[in-house]
Nanobody, 121 residues
């Protein structure tokens, strides 16, 4: 059973920084990509940043230059470094993994439980 556990959310003032972590456990044949999504009250969940198996990354326009996604393969952990935070970044942030699992071989998506980020003005 694959599990994703996020941590690092909290309350921060505008202009501040936070680092989110997403630790992956369980048996997975291959990780295709991982990403951070967020959902603000009354809004749809949106992609914030993603990192592909080859290490390439992509970001939502609203966070380019402020957020950085990275991974530590040895620790099976993905990070989201968030700088220059704005009140509009307030949301629940979710980690997502897309990968191959066996028995039979197939692609699955897995989500974490979410971590709240609140940015005060």
């Amino acid at each position: 059973q694959v599990q994703l556990v996020e941590s690092g959310g909290g309350l921060v003032q505008a202009g501040g920084s936070l680092r989110l972590s997403c630790a992956v456990s369980g048996s997975i044949f291959r990780i295709n990509n991982m990403g951070w999504y967020r959902q603000a009250p009354g809004k749809q969940r949106e992609l914030v940043a993603a990192i592909i198996s080859d290490g390439s990354t992509n970001y939502a326009d609203s966070v380019k230059g402020r957020f950085t996604i990275s991974r530590d393969n040895a620790k099976n952990t993905v990070y989201l470094e968030m700088n220059s935070l704005k009140p509009e970044d307030t949301a629940v942030y979710y980690c997502k993994l897309r990968g191959l699992v066996t028995g039979p071989l197939r692609t699955n998506d897995y989500w974490g439980q979410g971590t709240q980020v609140t940015v005060s003005s």
